[in-house]
């Protein structure tokens, strides 16, 4: 069965200190994994696309990588506008309906 | 705002109600897709729409009823649901289902459904 998860499932962090999100994931013919951001009583925002093992991507104080096995997610000297829920989602070979992580909660305090 | 608008925002319901949940969305997405957020787990995938046909149910309760007369709009018809039904019903879109790339989901706000 395929499966997606995230860990730690929460994470505090004072401003400026950097941490890293893992999400492992056991699925026959991976497509693509997608990270997405969460803001409390709203859609998520979707912020990354990794296709294959050793693509990276980046915006701003994120930072995500891709192996065969597991996707980081590196937030580098956040900021308590970081603070969200971080889900991961990935498609497989056949049609795009995303299978999602249950989410790591993210809170970085001033 | 990002181009996928779900209203109402917030609905209560009691179990013997009927109502709908109204999606609409104006990127030109050929793909529509509900899902479902309960408290403590993953989002999960209801229905799935592409050009207007409907590909994926995965195992919903015939009370949740979709419906997408074109390429813009999905709706979710609710009736007689039970309280354990409540949850944000989240709306998506993407450019396409089949192709298996540019699947990038954009989600609408949530619908936040409490059933009394």
């Known amino acids: 069965e395929d499966q997606v998860t995230q860990s730690p499932e929460a994470l505090r962090l004072q401003e400026g200190e950097s941490s890293s999100l893992n999400c492992s994931y056991t699925?026959?013919?991976?497509?693509?994994l997608f990270w997405y951001r969460q803001d409390p009583g709203k859609g998520p925002e979707f912020l990354f696309t990794?296709?294959?093992a050793g693509e990276e991507k980046e915006k701003e104080r994120l930072k995500a990588t891709l192996t065969k096995k597991e996707s980081f997610l590196h937030i580098t000297a956040p900021k308590p506008e970081d603070s969200a829920t971080y889900l991961c989602?990935?498609?497989?070979?056949?049609?795009?309906?995303?299978?999602f992580g249950g989410g790591t909660r993210v809170l970085v305090k001033p | 705002e990002t181009g996928v608008t779900q209203t109402p925002r917030h609905l209560v319901m009691g179990m013997t109600n009927k109502k709908s949940l109204k999606c609409e969305q104006h990127?030109?997405?050929?793909?529509m897709y509900w899902y479902k957020q309960s408290a403590k787990k993953p989002l999960e995938l209801m229905f799935v729409?592409?050009?207007?046909?409907?590909?994926e149910n995965n195992s919903v309760p015939s009370r949740f009823s979709p419906e997408c007369p074109n390429s813009s709009h999905l709706f979710l018809h609710l009736h007689t649901l039970q309280p354990e039904d409540s949850a944000l019903y989240l709306c998506?879109?993407?450019?396409?289902?089949?192709?298996?790339?540019?699947?990038?989901?954009?989600f609408g706000q949530g619908t936040r459904l409490t059933v009394v």
């Open positions: 989602a990935v498609t497989k070979a056949a049609g795009n309906k995303l299978t």
């Open positions: 998506a879109s993407s450019q396409e289902f089949w192709t298996g790339f540019g699947a990038e989901a954009f």
């Open positions: 990794l296709y294959s």
């Open positions: 729409y592409s050009l207007e046909e409907r590909v």
């Open positions: 990127l030109g997405h050929n793909a």
């Open positions: 699925v026959s013919g991976l497509r693509g």
